[in-house]
């Protein structure tokens, strides 16, 4: 009997520290995510450089490098290669490019003014990698959001939900679909004032959504300890987007546009253009550690949340933003909708066990346990 006392009085300490990492692991994508904003904001618009997609490889580089020399200073573990890794990362690589044909379509058909920047920038082309590969980066140096542009990237956060229940056999409760489906009809209702009809648009957008969404889902899947664990998903995606990424930016000509920038030598220019490599490194862990502590659906709700808090950001500090009624309602319903899956998901565990990070547990315990 003592021992099952024990267990009994550990019992809430585990839970707590179960949902304080949770916490934690969101925060850490929130804040990335927003610094990394900031920082490619300066790289792409201040400096003016014209390649992106160059920037995304810098980022991919760094996480390969970091990753690689954790793994042989043992810092880290995940699988050496063999035949079956890509079999196992399938089908990352195909959501990967369906990702960035409909990102970089989507925001070629939907142009508009700049003021709706801070409310639709960072998740336009929210695959692991296209962060800043492809349409954030090319929004912020020419593109802007139509706003029923910004409504239908609010779709992702459904399709997201649906696609765990599908594929992962998730449940959630239905005030946690209300919370979703409020920060949808936040989004209607700030572009309410200015709706526009293209249809070719939207079907790019609405692929894009659904390739962001299965890219969310099939990272946690591929997250498991059983197949690649969360570095192996990081460095092994790397790997294989970094070729044909590189291939891409030769057939775009942002290489030779790279190539021949003028601020190479500009100690401040590659300063922060390092920094955006190391913040892509981070953008992309963090990523990663919400998903495994909490859900893709999580993850996708935390960026919208950081997307409304850019929002209100340029609305006090900004010069570009006009008020309008309908969109200053619907961005507190839609920033209403988040504190509300906020306030839920950490008053009721997502998931009715913790998990285990059996990547980082040494080999030896293993085994002892698997001989106990």
């Not at 014209?50 to 580089?61: V, W």
């Not at 690649?228 to 790397?238: C, E, Q, S, T």
């Not at 709700?301 to 340029?314: F, Q, R």
Request: with cysteine; hydrophobic share 45%.
């Amino acid at each position: 009997m003592p021992p099952a006392s024990k267990a009994k009085e550990g019992e809430p300490t585990s839970a707590v520290h179960s949902q304080l990492v949770k916490l934690l692991s969101a925060l850490f994508y929130g804040t990335c995510s927003f610094f990394i904003v900031l920082v490619n904001k300066t790289v792409l618009t201040t400096y003016s450089f014209p390649s992106p997609l160059i920037l995304g490889i810098g980022q991919m580089a760094t996480t390969i490098v970091i990753l690689y020399v954790s793994k042989l200073n043992k810092i880290i573990q995940f699988p050496d290669f063999n035949k079956t890794i890509p079999v196992k990362l399938f089908p990352l690589p195909l959501l990967y490019v369906g990702n960035h044909i409909s990102g970089l379509s989507s925001t070629s058909k939907l142009r508009v003014s700049t003021q709706l920047w801070t409310f639709s920038s960072g998740k336009l082309g929210s695959s692991l990698f296209l962060k800043v590969a492809s349409s954030p980066c090319r929004l912020m140096q020419s593109f802007t959001g139509l706003p029923m542009f910004t409504v239908l990237r609010k779709f992702t956060i459904p399709l997201t939900l649906f696609l765990e229940v599908i594929i992962l056999r998730k449940h959630y409760s239905l005030n946690i679909i209300v919370s979703v489906f409020a920060i949808i009809l936040g989004a209607f209702i700030a572009a309410g004032s200015d709706l526009s009809f293209n249809l070719e648009g939207y079907i790019f957008v609405f692929l894009n959504d659904i390739f962001t969404a299965a890219n969310g889902v099939y990272t946690k899947q591929k997250m498991d300890p059983k197949e690649l664990g969360k570095y192996g998903v990081l460095f092994y995606n790397a790997c294989f987007m970094i070729i044909p990424t590189f291939v891409i930016s030769i057939s775009t000509g942002d290489l030779q546009q790279a190539t021949e920038f003028s601020h190479w030598r500009n100690i401040l220019f590659i300063t922060q253009f390092l920094l955006s490599c190391l913040l892509g490194f981070l953008l992309m862990y963090s990523t990663v550690l919400c998903s495994y502590y909490n859900s893709a659906l999580t993850t996708t709700v935390v960026g919208a949340v950081k997307n409304i808090s850019i929002a209100y950001i340029g609305i006090l500090f900004g010069r570009d933003y006009i008020f309008s009624v309908l969109n200053f309602i619907g961005l507190n319903i839609c920033m209403g909708g988040g504190v509300m899956y906020t306030f839920l998901t950490i008053q009721g565990p997502e998931h009715p066990k913790q998990q285990v990070d059996e990547e980082n547990i040494p080999t030896d315990t293993k085994l002892e346990s698997a001989i106990a």
